[in-house]
């Protein structure tokens, strides 16, 4: 067993491979571009950034992904497995995190706050759009040539998108008319 954390293993191996957690020792180093891990699994993995390799192939579609984790992510949109239930309300959720992030919703928790105006999110993302329009930030660009304009809100940007390409995606609701609208 592992003297500083208790963890057993059936092998030394595993134990003196597992012992580089706790001593902080990255051993296995890139070769291409540096970066240094504590596994050689872990810079496996990570040198199919520079080689391109994508190993895990979906079933389905034909997407290919370079991690297993992505990969079996990206299969549960097929089949539609949701593992991860919500004990308050049902609800299910394809990724651990995404029931994390909603179980805010029962708890009524929102933990991320505005330090200028008070306002408060469930998550950091929604604070952190909230923030631009304190600091008028607009990093959302249109890439259209000759146009350049810029949205804080991406949503914004793709509605914006539209004007350049002409879809019209909304019909009108009253029977016989068929007009379409950008928005």
Known sequence: ACSECGK?????????????????????????????FNCRSHLKQHERIHTGEKPFVCSQCGKAFTHYSTYVLHERAHTG???????????????????????????????????????????????????WI???EKPFRCTFEGCGKRFSLDFNLRTHVRI????????????????????
Request: hydrophobic share 25%.
């Open 8 to 36: 057993g293993f059936y092998e030394s191996t595993a134990l003196i491979q597992h012992f580089i957690i706790h001593t902080g020792e990255r051993p296995f180093k890139c070769l291409e571009c540096g970066k240094a």
């Open 81 to 131: 497995e949701k593992p991860f239930e919500c004990k308050e309300c049902g609800k299910a959720f394809s990724i651990r995190k995404d029931l994390i992030r909603h179980f805010n919703i029962h708890t009524g928790e929102k933990p991320y706050e505005c330090l200028q105006c008070g306002k408060a999110f469930t998550r950091m993302s929604g604070l952190t759009r909230h923030q």
């Open 134 to 136: 304190h600091t008028g």
């Open 164 to 183: 350049h390409t002409g879809e019209k995606r909304f019909v009108c609701p009253f029977q016989g008319c068929n007009r379409r609208f950008i928005q």
